[in-house]
């Protein structure tokens, strides 16, 4: 199965799907974390030692080019590139998570998909999965990436939206753009809630009740303060992740 977070910026994103992550490890799943924000952080949330010498892919600009096939002067590009080794050679592991990073995916010139997209399209692709296998997929905030079409061969899409009018609007275009690339399954994840009154302020502006509501959790916060992962967060912040992986997988209830 494979799952995709998106959402305006600042939401959580990355949290959660440390926090998925991190849950259906532990309940025997294969999972691949593949993080894809310009500004990755997904190896700090789960505790990899040594952030600082994961090269992401998208850094090495001459091998990108090469296998999107793209030649200087050439609008065009190999729509099926070579990265059976990437799916291999760049992968790092904690505690049997393994993790790619991906890096900044740069909008290509005149609305041409760039090599970073050209390549992440084809790893989507080409991954042929186990049923205890999972990809999570953690985007960059905002819309540009559904333009792109990089995420269009995901299973799930999960838009994290906060109890903010921005941020229902953002996730309200999410589902849309969603739409239109033909993801079927999109689901709304309400984070940083207080109380009732939130999670009915969610559910009456998106027009649907989220799947699970994370809390805005002060020992979120301070995990992250203290340079620990965020996936030793607890309480109330496991209890949601239960939540919501139950909703994606019925089989782990329990």
Same mark, same amino acid.
């Given at each position: 199965?494979?799952?995709?977070?998106?959402?305006?910026?600042?939401?959580?994103?990355t949290?959660?799907?440390?926090?998925?992550?991190?849950y259906?490890?532990k309940?025997?799943?294969?999972?691949?974390?593949?993080?894809a924000d310009?500004?990755?952080?997904?190896?700090?949330s789960?505790?990899?030692?040594?952030?600082?010498n994961?090269?992401?892919?998208?850094d090495?600009? #001459?091998?990108?080019?090469?296998?999107?096939?793209?030649?200087?002067?050439?609008?065009?590009?190999?729509?099926?590139p070579?990265?059976?080794?990437?799916?291999?050679?760049?992968?790092?592991?904690?505690?049997g998570i393994?993790?790619?990073?991906?890096?900044?995916?740069?909008?290509?010139?005149?609305?041409?998909?760039?090599?970073?997209?050209?390549?992440?399209?084809?790893?989507?692709t080409?991954?042929l999965l186990?049923?205890?296998?999972?990809?999570?997929?953690?985007?960059?905030a905002? =819309? #540009?990436?559904?333009?792109?079409?990089?995420?269009?061969?995901?299973?799930?899409?999960?838009v994290? =939206?906060?109890?903010?009018?921005?941020?229902?609007?953002?996730?309200?275009?999410?589902?849309?753009?969603a739409?239109?690339?033909?993801?079927?399954?999109?689901?709304?994840?309400?984070?940083?809630?207080?109380?009732?009154?939130? #999670?009915?302020?969610?559910?009456?502006?998106?027009?649907?009740?989220?799947?699970?509501?994370?809390?805005?959790?002060?020992?979120?916060?301070?995990?992250e303060?203290?340079?620990?992962?965020?996936?030793?967060?607890?309480?109330?912040?496991?209890?949601?992740?239960?939540?919501?992986?139950?909703?994606?997988?019925?089989?782990?209830?329990?």
């Amino acid at each position: 199965m494979k799952i995709a977070i998106s959402g305006k910026g600042g939401v959580g994103k990355t949290t959660i799907m440390a926090m998925l992550a991190d849950y259906l490890n532990k309940q025997g799943r294969d999972v691949l974390v593949i993080d894809a924000d310009p500004s990755p952080h997904m190896a700090q949330s789960l505790g990899v030692e040594n952030v600082d010498n994961i090269i992401p892919i998208a850094d090495m600009k #001459e091998m990108l080019t090469q296998r999107s096939g793209k030649t200087e002067g050439s609008p065009f590009y190999n729509l099926n590139p070579q990265v059976d080794d990437l799916l291999a050679d760049f992968i790092v592991e904690k505690n049997g998570i393994k993790l790619m990073v991906l890096g900044a995916i740069q909008t290509g010139d005149k609305g041409c998909a760039c090599a970073e997209s050209t390549v992440l399209k084809r790893m989507l692709t080409k991954l042929l999965l186990s049923p205890t296998q999972m990809v999570l997929l953690d985007m960059e905030a905002g =819309v #540009e990436h559904l333009g792109r079409g990089t995420i269009a061969g995901v299973d799930q899409l999960l838009v994290v =939206v906060i109890p903010s009018k921005s941020s229902v609007r953002t996730a309200l275009k999410v589902k849309k753009l969603a739409q239109d690339v033909k993801i079927a399954n999109v689901a709304f994840v309400g984070n940083l809630v207080h109380d009732q009154d939130d #999670e009915a302020f969610l559910a009456e502006a998106l027009g649907e009740t989220p799947i699970a509501f994370f809390p805005d959790a002060a020992a979120v916060r301070k995990i992250e303060r203290d340079g620990e992962p965020i996936i030793k967060a607890a309480g109330e912040v496991a209890v949601a992740t239960a939540a919501l992986a139950t909703f994606l997988l019925p089989e782990v209830a329990g």
